[in-house]
């Protein structure tokens, strides 16, 4: 009587492999052989998109025409002074005095210049009609820096400085505490001129800006290589 062998794992291992190598080689073809899924084609923007983009950009970039200390304290001391928006008698009239005080800051800031010393020094001043007045150069002769008489005042400070305030009022009446405090329950016609001008002004006033740059780089703005 004659003893049949077994087979071994081993011998079945090469098997099982092919089979699974075939496996595999079918389902690869048939993946490549699958016809693509068609993309839909991005639409472009329309212009009235385009539009409304630009505007909220403009609108957005308003506050880099502005003093950045102005704007730190506006958002610093506007909640504090409108209480968080609720404003009675007493804090009505201080919130005002809040914002016209800021935009004074805002107006004379377009007046002042920076200069920068032999020694690599930087000092602001004061532009007049006859060069740069600086706060707190040391020396009175003015040794060791550039000439100030070109410095001086000019036509288009003036206009910088108008639209700087046109430009802070615009912002703040963006701000909800400001509205919620001056324009609690605004009609209909009030809200769309809240809604319109502040957006209309800064746009305008942006466009502005970028026709007739300035050239000063004063107290609150930042200064550049050249100076």
Do not use: W
Request: aromatic share 8%; hydrophobic share 40%.
């Amino acid at each position: 009587m004659s003893v049949r062998q077994r087979p071994t794992a081993s011998s079945q291992q090469p098997s099982i492999s092919v089979a699974e190598a075939s496996t595999s080689s079918v389902s690869n073809a048939i993946a490549n052989n699958l016809p693509e899924t068609p993309k839909s084609p991005s639409r472009p923007p329309s212009l009235s998109q385009r539009a409304i983009s630009q505007t909220l950009t403009t609108t957005a970039n308003l506050a880099n025409l502005l003093p950045t200390g102005t704007l730190l304290a506006f958002q610093l001391l506007t909640p504090i002074f409108t209480n968080n928006g609720a404003c009675d008698n007493a804090t009505r009239p201080m919130t005002l005095f809040l914002l016209l005080l800021l935009a004074a800051s805002c107006f004379l800031a377009s007046f002042t210049d920076s200069v920068k010393s032999s020694v690599g020094q930087v000092y602001y001043g004061l532009a007049t009609s006859k060069g740069l007045f600086l706060f707190d150069y040391p020396d009175p002769s003015g040794s060791g820096l550039p000439d100030l008489s070109k410095y001086k005042f000019r036509f288009i400070d003036g206009v910088h400085a108008v639209l700087s305030v046109l430009v802070f009022g615009a912002f703040a009446l963006r701000d909800k505490n400001v509205l919620s405090c001056f324009f609690p329950t605004p009609g209909r016609e009030i809200q769309e001129v809240l809604n319109i001008l502040p957006m209309g002004v800064g746009l305008i006033c942006g466009l502005l800006f970028v026709v007739f740059p300035t050239r000063r780089h004063g107290i609150g703005y930042p200064i550049t290589a050249d100076k």
